[in-house]
């Protein structure tokens, strides 16, 4: 049970392009869903945290109109990087919890790769 | 405010010697504390939890973890080392049943095992 998945698990474009990123909760509701980014060797970033049918709440210094975050149903979030620049290359990680439930449980995560 | 250290970014054990990693947490409420272990370019496992049950958690693999008030710490242990234990390991905290249950992460423990 608690299975995140993340699609796609790579993916490389172009710089001035848009990349979306999907997370879904694949057999649990998940009333909230969180953003991470990991640079090589470090650790875990909070990019945004997003409750279902609400406007995601973004970190202290994250991009809002850059890193467009939807969680439109229960068991979906989307993370669009609009106007990606090679700054933006990185490894993007969602996790998600259920109602009431502190455990959060981690997708595969997405390589992004811009050039 | 809740915070995380783990010390020790690097740690090598022998195959079959005992892991010890180690977590020392702060948090102004009682805390949530996990354990997550991650390998190369996939996303984080759920290795064991603290929710202000048991302070003795056993967890999957072998490992183990002992909530310490006194001395706030979560360190992670297990009896003996195998080469499949190789990985990074982070230790987090959230703020318990009081919070979001966002997660603020420590910086992590590379897990070397020789052979």
């Known amino acids: 049970g608690a299975v995140v998945s993340q699609h796609p698990s790579w993916v490389i474009c172009k710089s001035g392009t848009s990349v979306k990123i999907e997370c879904r909760s694949l057999?649990?509701?998940?009333?909230?869903m969180f953003w991470y980014r990991q640079f090589p060797k470090q650790s875990l970033m909070l990019m945004a945290t997003s409750n279902e049918g609400s406007k995601a709440t973004y970190e202290q210094g994250v991009e809002k109109d850059k890193f467009l975050i939807n969680h439109a149903s229960l068991t979906l979030s989307t993370l669009t990087v609009t106007s990606a620049h090679p700054e933006d290359s990185s490894f993007y990680i969602c996790s998600a919890n259920g109602l009431g439930a502190e455990t959060q449980y981690f997708g595969p995560g997405t390589r992004l790769l811009v050039l | 405010a809740q915070s995380v250290t783990q010390l020790g970014s690097h740690v090598s054990v022998s195959e079959g010697a005992l892991v010890l990693l180690r977590c020392n947490y702060s948090s102004s409420v009682p805390p949530y504390l996990f354990w997550y272990v991650q390998y190369p370019n996939q996303g984080l496992q759920l290795l064991l939890k603290y929710t202000s049950a048991a302070t003795l958690v056993k967890g999957i693999n072998g490992f183990e973890a002992e909530f310490k008030k006194s001395e706030t710490s979560f360190h992670l242990t297990k009896p003996s080392a195998h080469m499949s234990d190789a990985a990074e390991y982070f230790c987090a905290v959230s703020a318990g049943p009081s919070g979001t249950y966002k997660y603020i992460f420590g910086t992590g423990t590379r897990l070397k095992v020789l052979a």
């Open positions: 057999d649990f509701q998940a009333t909230t």
